[in-house]
């Protein structure tokens, strides 16, 4: 069975500061790992994903990802956070279990304050 | 704009009552996921689709059922309605399965009164 775990419900940063999300997982095989964001009153947004090679995955506005295979990880990071980065975040995994889904975390509500 | 069109955006509805949310996929894309967003139990996946056919099904009650038609557009069908049913639906879809990432409609927020 897939299943995504984002054990920080929020996270307070300060505008100019790293940021860092964090993410879990727990699939058979190789996995297919994903970020999305959700701004209010909208749909997820895709960010990044990582397949295979390089571990640290680079996504749209600066933000990246490292994965960590040992660590079963895919925390999300962005060196210097913006107020406007302010939304709910949530990691994704997706495989061949019983057919192809992708399975959501919980999410984690982003707070940059100015 | 992600191209995903989901329809109604609203709908209030009495317990009991059944009713069919409609999705249009992206131009080209063959799958269709289906996802049910609450407060309490987070973003649940609930079924996919891919050119067609059923190929997944997660915490989909038996009052749901969902087909995907030969143009490819999707509809999920939510029967006997409790209170409990109230949520943010969303469709999402992708090009083929596995790998892609989705593209999620902008939801459909169902009232059960």
């Known amino acids: 069975a897939q299943s995504v775990a984002q054990p920080e419900d929020q996270v307070n940063v300060a505008e100019g500061n790293p940021l860092t999300v964090k993410c879990t997982y727990s699939v058979s095989g190789n996995p297919y790992l994903f970020w999305y964001v959700q701004y209010p009153n909208r749909g997820l947004q895709f960010l990044l994903k990582y397949i295979t090679g390089d571990n640290l995955v680079k996504g749209s506005d600066g933000f990246e990802a490292e994965f960590n295979k040992s660590q079963t990880s895919f925390h999300l990071k962005k060196p210097s956070a913006l107020v406007s980065d302010s939304a709910l975040y949530f990691c994704a995994v997706s495989g061949n279990t019983g057919g192809f889904k992708t399975i959501f975390g919980a999410g984690t509500r982003l707070f940059v304050k100015a | 704009d992600s191209g995903v069109t989901q329809t109604p955006k609203h709908l209030i509805t009495a317990t009991g009552q059944r009713v069919t949310l409609r999705c249009s996929p992206r131009s080209g894309d063959l799958s269709v996921y289906w996802y049910q967003q609450s407060l309490d139990q987070g973003l649940q996946f609930l079924i996919h689709?891919?050119?067609?056919?059923?190929?997944a099904k997660g915490n989909i009650l038996e009052r749901f059922s969902a087909q995907q038609f030969p143009d490819l557009h999707s509809e999920l069908n939510l029967s006997s309605l409790e209170l409990g049913d109230s949520a943010l639906y969303f469709c999402a879809s992708s090009l083929r399965q596995g790998e892609e990432k989705l593209f999620f409609g902008s939801g459909t927020q169902l009232s059960v009164l």
């Open positions: 689709y891919y050119n067609g056919e059923e190929r």
